[in-house]
């Protein structure tokens, strides 16, 4: 079993809908981040959180450390959120960051 | 200011032969890491650098894989007697402090033939 799930592994909305990714984890963390990578292109970092819940533009990230688990909120979706999106927990002494399989979001409009 | 800078872009090598990935971190960073991402496979880690102290080497696949940093800046990443195996997009990302907000280059696509 993996230390990182990610749900759904494919997801297809259309424009303008409300997006949730799901992140689980199994082992202890001190973070946890949420990553964006386009088709072809580089990662990006959209949060680095620890606790409670982070927003930036149309983005939300929250944190539940007791239930182990993390979600990824974006509202009102665009054909330009297409992409994969990545769950990856650090924790411990060393910081390894440990990466879920990714979600691919595709956005139709 | 200048991102992580990765090269080369893409490299394709004949299996056995030695290659050499090279990563500029964003100027100011402390902390700097290397990761893999295998065609239809997740992110893995194989390397930190922080600050002066002793590399965590941990993730690195076999003793084919090494990796240093001059000078607290540049780090290069080096593969002996690649194997088609080792075919992969290497990635780089730097942080100014260990445990902060990654930032990550466009990566180094290496096919083994």
């Known amino acids: 079993k993996n230390e990182v799930e990610q749900s759904p592994q494919n997801l297809t909305a259309q424009e303008g809908e409300f997006i949730t990714i799901n992140c689980s984890y199994s082992?202890?963390?001190?973070?946890l981040h949420w990553l964006q990578q386009h088709p072809g292109g580089g990662i990006v970092s959209l949060f680095m959180l620890s606790s409670g819940k982070k927003k930036h533009g149309r983005l939300i990230a929250t944190i539940n450390i007791q239930e182990k688990h993390s979600s990824l909120h974006i509202t009102a979706s665009h054909p330009r959120d297409s992409a994969v999106y990545i769950c990856?927990?650090?924790?411990?002494?060393?910081?390894?960051?440990?990466f879920g399989k990714g979600t691919l979001l595709t956005v139709n409009p | 200011g200048a991102g992580v800078s990765q090269s080369p872009s893409n490299k394709v090598t004949e299996k056995g032969k030695d290659v050499e990935l090279r990563c500029d971190p964003i100027s100011g960073h402390t902390a700097l890491y290397w990761y893999r991402q295998s065609l239809g496979q997740g992110l893995e880690f194989l390397i930190y650098f922080q600050g002066n102290s002793a590399p965590d080497k941990s993730g690195l696949p076999s003793d084919r894989f090494s990796a240093e940093r001059t000078g607290g800046s540049v780090s290069t990443l080096t593969i002996q007697r690649t194997q088609q195996e080792d075919s992969a997009v290497y990635l780089c990302a730097s942080s100014l402090r260990f445990r902060e907000t990654q930032y990550f280059g466009p990566g180094t696509r290496l096919l083994v033939l």
């Open positions: 082992v202890g963390i001190s973070a």
């Open positions: 990856a927990v650090g924790g411990g002494s060393n910081y390894k960051l440990t």
